[in-house]
Nanobody, 125 residues
């Protein structure tokens, strides 16, 4: 059974940091590209960051470049998102997702096969 479990969300003040984790099980993690998406209230889910299977190729949405860092530990089947200099408009439910095709550069939800349940991140001003 495929599972993606996010953790690390919470409430933080603007300018603060959080680190999200996503633990994967039920599939061969190292064979999948991985990504983070987020959905703010009343908005569509959007791509945040992605990482190819090789761990070296990274993609970021323009809105988070220079502030967020995606990484993965294939030995631990875990994906991370380090979020620094958080802003109120980063408030959203953050989801991790797995892509068998690895077409992460498309930044499209359709490129991802499996999804987690999400973790809430709230940034206060």
């Amino acid at each position: 059974q495929v599972q993606l479990a996010e953790s690390g969300g919470g409430l933080v003040q603007a300018g603060g940091s959080l680190k999200l984790s996503c633990t994967a099980s039920g599939f061969i993690f190292s064979n999948y590209g991985m990504g983070w998406f987020r959905q703010a209230p009343g908005k569509e889910r959007e791509f945040v960051a992605g990482i190819r299977q090789n761990t070296f190729t990274l993609y970021y949405a323009d809105s988070v470049k220079g502030r967020f860092t995606i990484s993965r530990d294939n030995a631990k089947n875990t994906l991370y998102l380090q979020m620094n200099s958080l802003k109120p408009n980063d408030t959203a439910v953050y989801y991790c997702a797995a892509s068998r095709s690895g077409r992460i550069w498309t930044q499209q939800e359709s490129a991802f096969n499996f999804w987690g349940q999400g973790t809430q991140v709230t940034v206060s001003s």
